[in-house]
């Protein structure tokens, strides 16, 4: 399941993510994806993981068709949860999508990682 979360920061979207992830959630954060970047250039997104479960397949394939979309539009990647999932997940990401920008948050650096996310000269500008 996939929930938008609210930000502060229009460039910036939030997720958190619980249970097991499908297409259909893949499409509900595609289509916030699209409203922000109608206004802004480029993108962060943070993510939370509660109890992430991974993906159906479907929904797999829903997420890399997202990333290969729109990777150029995306700066930073802050992902809020466990180790085990982001060494997972990121490690598959970062070997088909190897330019994207991903750090790791545990839950109590919540805040530090909506900063790291929202700022504008990340690396992967241009």
């Known amino acids: 399941m996939l929930e938008l979360l609210p930000l502060p920061f229009t460039h910036v979207v939030g997720v958190r993510v619980s249970g097991r992830v499908n297409h259909t959630d893949i499409e509900t954060i595609l289509a916030e994806v699209e409203r922000k970047l109608a206004t802004e250039e480029y993108l962060g997104v943070m993510i939370e ?4 479960d991974g993906f159906t397949i479907r929904g797999l394939f829903k997420e890399f068709k997202f990333l290969s979309e729109y990777m150029n539009r995306l700066t930073r990647t802050a992902i ?8 997972r997940g990121t490690e598959l990401v970062k ?7 991903i750090e ?3 839950p109590l650096q919540k805040d530090e990682a909506l900063l790291w996310v929202s700022e504008r000269d ?3 500008f241009g």
Not at 80 to 87: D, K, S
Not at 95 to 101: D, Y
């Open 49 to 52: 993981l509660e109890h992430f």
């Open 80 to 87: 809020v949860g466990e180790p085990r999932w982001f060494n």
């Open 95 to 101: 070997r088909v999508f190897p330019n994207i920008e």
């Open 104 to 106: 790791h948050f545990i």
């Open 122 to 124: 990340a690396g992967t």
